[in-house]
């Protein structure tokens, strides 16, 4: 007797003829899998795909029930008639502004997203129906690297300083910013003693404290800080009085599994090289004279760290090089079954699974591959995308992994496999992607010729009986 499974995947990308929208626009240029429709009318495609040997006797599909895209541009009109019916809420700019989504970041209870604008403060949005939930308060400009900490009561980012030229001065193009604090339930920012200048930043093991550091009078000193977000205070300040690569600044920060290692980041100006400083946050010295210093071709945030403090970059020529943080220096390579590299291109991205057994990397060949970290070998590499890929995540399951690109899709794989799941047009290159707990919503950031979408999916994951033949 043989089992086979049928696994049947529908993308309806129609909105309802009666949904009124009251967040941004929502209409989309091109059709799904080449199929020319959009979201104004009915496009649905299926896709089937028969595999067999499998041990369950069951299988899901996976439905897309709404798509909601929010435009980051020219949200003016939508955005006052939205705030003229919402208490408390305020427009980000007046009628015709230009509002430029930069990040985003899932709340853990997996109903809002909060996005941050270079332009704007973070807004709070409905995963469910893509409504505007709240705008954070407060008369600052600009807000990104935000994170939700103290159990999800405060929300942490960066906005935009006005600082005095002598105090800190920057290059063309590099924006000075500041640390800032919401009350995540209410918008309204809490008072802050003295303006700390923030250039990254993220949430401890304790969620009741921040990290992040900042670079100073042309990048010649960098700055640790470790700040108690109840207390409103610093804790611990840590000191690296020289010039990092070509007197740049940080842009990247990451802390190891037991927080003793702080990972910092700078892309080179001059030869846009990556450079990183780790710093050693258990010493006692308020200087750093000796931090483990590591230069590598490639982005500074195609890194994840590792357990036993490690971290891996992916780079310009498709390796991914395991480095230690206590030494700086690279000790292995990860290698595809050819043995030269682990990907034929540049890596685009880097990501690993919440319990660290796996981690995929996504690259400018077209592929990902998911690498098993307990042995350090290729499990199998995912083929589909018709460009280069710029994102991928993780189920918290570590059963599925999303992928998006510079071929305007999103995909869904099995990472047991390999296989392919499905596959649907944005209309836009996706440089950001996520994946709710309950493999529910999929969040996305798309790009377009400048123009930003915000893009939530709707999952439907319902549990089919598998055919059985003798």
Known sequence: MAYGESTTADYDMATPANYTSNTLSSSMGSGLGGGGG??????????TMSKSGYNTMSSYSYQVQNVRTMMANQAGNQMVQYSATSSGAVTPGAAGDEVRVDCCLMATDG?????????????????QNGELLRIMKGDTVGSTNLHLACNDRLLVGAVHADLEVNE???????????????????GKPLEMGTEETCSALCVMSDPDKVVFARSEKFGNATHV??????????????????PVGNNDYVNFLKLSHNDRYCVLGFNNSFDNHAEFVVFDMNQTHHEVTDP???????????????????????????DLVVWSLRTGQPSRQLLSGSGVHAHNKEVKAVVLSEDNRYLVSASADGTLKVWDMQTERQM??????????????????????VSGGKDASIRLWRMKNGSEICAFSTAVDVFYVTMSHDKGTIVALGD?????????????????RRTVTS
């Not at 959009?38 to 896709?47: R, V």
């Not at 800190?168 to 209410?186: A, E, F, H, M, P």
């Not at 377009?448 to 089919?464: D, E, H, N, S």
């Open 111 to 127: 109903r809002s997203v909060v996005t941050g604008s270079s332009l704007g403060p973070p807004q709070v949005w409905d995963m």
């Open 168 to 186: 800190y001065s920057t290059r063309k193009g590099v924006t000075n910013k500041k640390l800032q604090i919401w009350d995540y339930t209410t």
């Open 38 to 47: 959009t979201l104004g009318g009915s496009n649905t495609m299926s896709n």
């Open 448 to 464: 377009k010729f400048g123009a930003r979408k915000l893009i939530m999916l709707q999952v439907v994951r319902t549990k089919i």
């Open 292 to 318: 483990c210093l590591l230069r590598l071709d490639a982005n500074t945030d195609c890194t994840v760290i590792l357990p036993r403090d490690e971290a891996v970059t992916g780079l310009r020529n498709g």
């Open 380 to 401: 199998s590499t995912l083929r589909g995308h018709k460009d280069e890929v710029w994102c991928v995540a993780i189920s918290p399951d570590n059963e599925i992994v």
């Open 225 to 242: 800080i470790v700040w108690d977000l109840l207390g409103n205070q610093a804790l611990k300040e840590v000191k690296y009085d020289a």
